[in-house]
Every structure is written in structure tokens, then in C-alpha cells.
């Protein structure tokens, strides 16, 4: 390995390494978005959206490490993707902890109402956005591609979350003798729209690492996903190319 190579190699470590710490940052981001929630904790909401700035200076680094990586080393074939892929992961990333700052801003405006959990299922879609984004990681990290495959399958279960609960809402608040007010339905529907951003975002993620291991992107093209065998021929056709 010539020294050109030896400093690609670890570019692309380095790089990785900074993917990971950011996923990790943005992962406490949700968890205590959460309990800011839950617990009507305005306190907690405010660290969360204090901690964006260090999420954003992570982002900002990663983009110039792989700017630099591309005119410094020119990667092919996987490493080029990886590194393209870092930089669409890295958008995808800083959303999510976007949304975990939405959602702690929710949580100060209901900190003297009853709080998200009196909305049924969205306990429920919370923990699995969560789960989502914690499978993504573990996803990217092990460099699993039959993980990531199966994942991208999941977008529809993130907007059937989101449409039950929103019908729930509008059904109560239809209802004689509710006991909803509409200004707390309005923080709920948002933090359920955060949610499902999270959820479809995590598995874009997981659609990255797909892509770079196959040269084939899953992004709009759903139907792929559930036709593997189309993909791997799809691949043959294009010569094997990694």
C-alpha cells in the first residue's frame, strides 16, 4: 500500500468514526427529547436544544473532511460511495436532531398540560422512531446489507403510525364531552409529524449503507425492496461493479 492509499485508508476511518460520534449525539438527542416529554420537563427540553449546536459543528466537520477526502485522494467504486453516501448521511443525521430540538420545544409549550401520552399509540410510535433509528445505526455501523434491505420495507408503517393517531386526535376532538383541547391536540400532531420525519429519515439512512456495499440506490424505488432478486440482476446487468 503506497502512502496515497495508507492516507485514504484512514481518511475514510477517521470519517467513519466522526459518522458514528454523530449518530451517537443525535441518539441522546432523541432519548432525552423523550423524557422531556413524558415527563413534562421543560428543563431537559432546553439541553436538548442547547445540544444542537454541538450536532450542527458535527455536521460541518464531517462535510469538510469529506470534501477534503474527495479532491485530496479521488476514491472509486466503494470508497467513492462511501464517502458520497457520508455526506447524504450527514443531512439525514442533522435533521433528526432537528427533530429532536421540534420535539423539545413541544414539550416547554405542554409543560402545564397532561403531555403527549394522553394521545393513545404515540407512546408507541415514539419508542418505535427510536427503535428505528437505533436499528439504522447499528445498521450502518455493522455494515449490514440484508438489515438494510429489509429496513427500507418499513416507510409504510411510519405513515400508518402517523394517520392512526391523527384520526384518533380528530375523533376526540369531534367528540361530545372531550376532554382534548384543540391547542394541545395541535403540539401532539406536531410531535407525531417529527416522528414520523425521524422514522422515514432513519431509513434513509439505512438505505445508504445498502448503497454503498451495492452501487444500487433503494430511494424511490420501493418496489425494488421487495424484489431482491431484481436488484442482484439489475447488478449482473451492470457488470458486478463494486
Partial sequence: M?????????????L???????????????EEADKALAANDPGRA??????????????????DMALRL??????VAGDLRFVVSALRMVVDLERIGDEAVSMAEQAILMQDMPG???????????????QAFEQAVVIFREN????ALDMSRGEDEAVQCEVRIIQGIME???GHGTDLEPHLAMHIILVTRSLTRIWRRS???????????QGLTLKHHGELADEPEDIHRAREDRGGEE
Fill in 116 to 130: 403527549y401520552g394522553v394521545i393513545p399509540h404515540v407512546r408507541v410510535m415514539f419508542d418505535k422512531a427510536r
Fill in 2 to 14: 503506497n502512502q496515497q492509499e495508507n492516507y485514504l485508508q484512514q481518511m475514510l476511518v477517521t
Fill in 144 to 147: 449490514d446489507v440484508e438489515a
Fill in 172 to 174: 376526540r376532538l369531534s
Fill in 16 to 30: 467513519r468514526t466522526r459518522l458514528l460520534v454523530m449518530c451517537a449525539s443525535v441518539g441522546i438527542a432523541l
Fill in 46 to 63: 432546553a439541553a436538548v436544544i442547547e445540544s444542537d449546536a454541538a450536532i450542527d459543528e458535527l455536521e460541518n466537520d464531517i462535510d
Fill in 203 to 213: 431509513i434513509n439512512i439505512a438505505e445508504h449503507v445498502y448503497f454503498i456495499n
Fill in 70 to 75: 474527495l479532491a485530496r485522494t479521488q476514491p
